[in-house]
Every structure is written in structure tokens, then in C-alpha cells.
Nanobody
Framework: QVQLVESGGGLVQAGGSLRLSCAASGRTFSSYTMGWFRQAPGKEREFVAAIRWSDSITYYADSVKGRFTISRDNAKNTVYLQMNSLKPEETAVYYC?????????????????WGQGTQVTVSE
């Protein structure tokens, strides 16, 4: 059974930092792209960042480029999202996702596998 388990969410002041983690298990993800979506209350879900497991190619939404960094640890089968200079409008539930297609994942619409989500709240 595939599991994506997120951790690291919480409350932070504007301008602060958080690091999200996503531990993956249940299958081999070597041919997959893993990443993060987020959804704020009343807003559509959106793509945030992704990394191709095979070659570590990374992708970012324009809104987070230069502030967020996605990375992976092969030994731990874990993906990280380092978020710096956070803004109040980035308050959302952040979901770890995995898909066999990086192009599809970057649309922010669907994914083969989802985590349960972790709340990130950025205060003024």
C-alpha cells in the first residue's frame, strides 16, 4: 500500500520559514515525479513544486521561485520542501503528491498518489 506521509506544517509569522517533509513508502518511486500542491480556503488547488526522482530535475510555480526549494533524500525515500519568506496568502493545506508524469503533476489537477495534507498558517 502506497503511503505519502507529510510532516512539518505549523504556524509561522510572515517572512519566516518552514520545512515540510514527505516520507514515501509502498512502492518504488524511481520513475515518478514527487511534489507539492496546496489549497487555501475558498481557492483552487495549485501546483507548488516538484522533483523528478530519476534525475532530480525540479519545477516550481512562478509564485514560489527563489523562495522555496524542493529536494529529496534517496536513502530515506523522503522529499522536502523548504519554504522561506512565507507570506500570509500562502496559508493553505499542503499536500505531498506523486505521479508518473511530471507534466501532469505540474498542472496541479491530479496525481496518482496523495498524502493526507499538512496545514501551513502564515500570520501577519
Amino acid at each position: 500500500q502506497v503511503q505519502l506521509v507529510e510532516s512539518g506544517g505549523g504556524l509561522v509569522q510572515a517572512g519566516g520559514s518552514l520545512r515540510l517533509s514527505c516520507a514515501a513508502s509502498g512502492r518504488t518511486f524511481s520513475s515518478y515525479t514527487m511534489g507539492w500542491f496546496r489549497q487555501a480556503p475558498g481557492k483552487e488547488r495549485e501546483f507548488v513544486a516538484a522533483i523528478r526522482w530519476s534525475d532530480s530535475i525540479t519545477y516550481y510555480a512562478d509564485s514560489v521561485k527563489g523562495r522555496f526549494t524542493i529536494s529529496r533524500d534517496n536513502a530515506k525515500n523522503t522529499v522536502y520542501l523548504q519554504m522561506n519568506s512565507l507570506k500570509p496568502e500562502e496559508t493553505a493545506v499542503y499536500y505531498c503528491v506523486a505521479d508518473s508524469s511530471s507534466a501532469r503533476l505540474r498542472l496541479g489537477v491530479r496525481a496518482d498518489y496523495w498524502g493526507q495534507g499538512t496545514q501551513v498558517t502564515v500570520s501577519e
